[in-house]
């Protein structure tokens, strides 16, 4: 398979932010990898035997489920243990295994920033492709600035899958993406913004940047646990404030 760079983030802090829900919390994060690329149409072709026509565009038009089966055909194909299990298309995480990974929305919020408190980590344009340089399509990764973890179009270009629900008390099982695309406004393109999808939804500025990284807590690692998931999905089982969007809606 094409190189997979990753690069190495040193454990930290980061405050993540709920604009709807208007809260912050603060994250301790252990030290992980991530891609210094999103993953290229190249690499997904060879993985997964579909077809490339732009190798050094980010692989686009991926669904989430597309995206963790993609990291689990790489870990079996570079000889790592794959993280994800299935049954059906409910997907678990092992967290003790050692193989590729969608990054949690901590770890991708961290290894964006790479120390900046601003939205940007360079001036935008310098940093990212977005509808401001009139592109119809995703550009070739490594065309804009990295930022100071080494790491190239976390902002612009695609959008990335991360592992964490959006919100399951209000949209049930999608899975938050995050970074901004090609086509998007500048309010769009920030560190701290947060979108999210169904598992299935594919779009033509959606794609994937791996992680790696295993722990040895079940369950939770890195921002994430399961018994979170648990109780926010439970607080929608409750009466609804005024604006609220019921699941299945």
């Not at 992980?32 to 026509?53: C, D, K, N, Y």
């Not at 369950?219 to 646990?225: L, T």
Request: proline share 7%; with cysteine.
């Amino acid at each position: 398979m094409t190189d997979i760079e990753m690069a190495r983030i040193p454990g930290g802090e980061v405050v993540l932010h709920d604009a709807r829900e208007k809260t912050r919390r603060s994250v301790e994060l252990r030290p992980f990898e991530i891609g210094v690329f999103p993953v290229t149409e190249e690499q997904m072709a060879e993985v997964l035997g579909v077809p490339s026509r732009h190798p050094r565009r980010p692989a686009a038009d991926v669904s989430w489920l597309r995206a963790v089966h993609f990291c689990n055909a790489a870990s079996e194909w570079e000889g790592f243990d794959p993280v994800y299990l299935f049954d059906g298309e409910v997907v678990t995480w092992d967290v003790t295994a050692d193989g590729y990974r969608l990054p949690t929305e901590a770890e991708w919020e961290f290894a964006c920033r790479a120390g900046s408190t601003g939205p940007h980590y360079a001036p935008l344009a310098d940093a990212a492709w977005t509808g401001a340089d009139g592109t119809a399509t995703p550009q070739d990764v490594g065309g804009k600035l990295p930022n100071l973890n080494g790491l190239f179009d976390m902002l612009g270009n695609v959008w990335e899958w991360c592992w964490d629900l959006l919100d399951p008390a209000r949209y049930d099982e999608y899975r938050v993406f995050r970074g901004g695309g090609f086509a998007d406004d500048a309010w769009s393109v920030r560190a701290s913004v947060r979108r999210g999808g169904a598992p299935r939804m594919h779009h033509e500025d959606v794609g994937l940047r791996l992680a790696r990284g295993g722990f040895d807590t079940a369950d939770e690692a890195q921002g994430w646990s399961a018994l979170a998931d648990r109780e926010r999905a439970a607080a929608g089982e409750g009466p609804t404030p005024s604006g609220w969007t019921p699941r299945g809606r």
